[in-house]
């Protein structure tokens, strides 16, 4: 076994032995490689270094009460990975790539995979980019797909307790018919000054509201909002937000458990009728909210008022983390357990 603190793991890069790495050239992908090195060589003129042309995912794999490898719905990463290809004009990885990079860096990897009971996990990075010379404005003819992994603890360090954070007016992360629905690393680049604000004046992250007219609930930082009202599990729908897989996975789960999903435009002013709001996404599952402050408009609106996350949004991260680890059956088939 490797010396770590597990359950005191950050969320943040971890160094571990290998990766793996598939070039596209010539009009078709190569072999699935290993690699120990931390570094890429790339062309200085890569399309991903002066146009964008760069999209990741992240998703995870969790050590179960079994003692097995489950890997959660990559299926739908390997989905939306193809679909930002698409979106920017990259070649997509074929499935049977993204599939066998995926086990293979997991499983080279194998004792970086937390313990069962630490609250960690590994964490899974596929990253596309053009790696081709382009000075004119145009796709890159050659790109490379690699994948890292590295042990993290919750992406908040507050993990499962409520956390504070701010409206901004007055940044857009993404444009309305722009690339909000892509994994691109330029829409966390259009997120950066007003995350660094709003971690300046004390809050987790910023909630976005729609480009457009500024009168609904688009995205909460890197991850997707939802407000439970009732019975009722109710989440944005909006061009300009990145569909979660986590929060899909809620749908469903709330659903199974009787509550009514609704995804449609939230008013910003709705945040008054909601019993408990949060953000979800891979790296937090959920992260509760207890106060939401409008910058501009000094509007606050406050939930939790034990300092407790709501029973549904327990419930809801109780029994997702359960799949997950294994404890509970994996009745919509979500894991894929590696050997
Ligand atoms: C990745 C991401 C999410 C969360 O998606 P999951 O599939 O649940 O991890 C939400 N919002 C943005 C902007 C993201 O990039």
């Known amino acids: 076994m490797i010396d770590i603190e597990w359950s005191k793991l950050p969320f943040a890069y971890f160094k571990t032995d290998y990766n793996v790495r598939t070039y596209f050239r010539d009009g078709k992908w190569g072999e699935v490689e290993l690699s120990s090195s931390e570094y890429i060589n790339i062309h200085m003129a890569a399309s991903s270094l002066h146009y964008g042309q760069e999209a990741f995912e992240g998703l995870k794999a969790f050590r179960g ?31 049977s790539i993204f599939r066998e990079s995926l086990l293979k860096v997991v499983k080279m990897n194998e004792k970086y995979i ?82 660094e604000r709003a971690h300046h004046d004390g809050y987790a992250a910023c909630l976005y509201l729609d480009p457009k007219e500024k009168r609904f609930i688009d995205e ?84 939790c008022k034990d300092g407790k996350a709501g029973p549904v949004s327990t419930k809801l991260y109780n029994r997702l983390r359960a799949i997950q680890y294994g404890e509970e059956a994996d009745k919509f088939n979500w894991n894929t357990i590696i050997e």
């Open 114 to 195: 937390p313990p069962f009971g630490t609250g960690a996990s590994l964490y899974i990075r596929p990253l596309l980019i053009g790696s081709g010379a382009c000075v004119g404005v145009k796709p890159a003819d050659e790109y490379l797909f690699l994948v890292f992994v590295g042990p993290v603890g919750p992406y908040f360090k507050e993990g499962f307790s409520p956390v504070n954070i701010q409206i901004a007016r007055d940044v857009d992360r993404a444009a309305p018919l722009g690339t909000g629905a892509f994994k691109v690393g330029g829409n966390y680049a259009a997120s950066l000054s007003s995350g």
């Open 65 to 95: 009460s079994d003692g097995k490898i489950r890997v959660f719905r990559w299926e739908e990463n390997f989905k939306r990975m193809e679909t930002t290809a698409h979106g920017i004009v990259m070649q997509p990885v074929p499935m």
């Open 220 to 303: 909460c930082g890197p991850a997707n909002f939802f407000g439970i009202k009732g019975n009722t599990y109710v989440t944005p729908l909006s061009t300009s937000i990145l569909p979660s897989i986590t929060n899909k996975s809620l749908m469903t789960l709330a659903e199974d458990m009787g509550l009514k999903v609704e995804r449609r435009p939230v008013a910003v002013e709705e945040l008054a009728e909601f019993d408990e709001v949060g953000a979800c996404g891979t790296a937090a599952v959920i992260s509760p909210i207890k106060l939401i402050q409008d910058r501009e408009l000094g509007t606050v609106y406050n939930y």
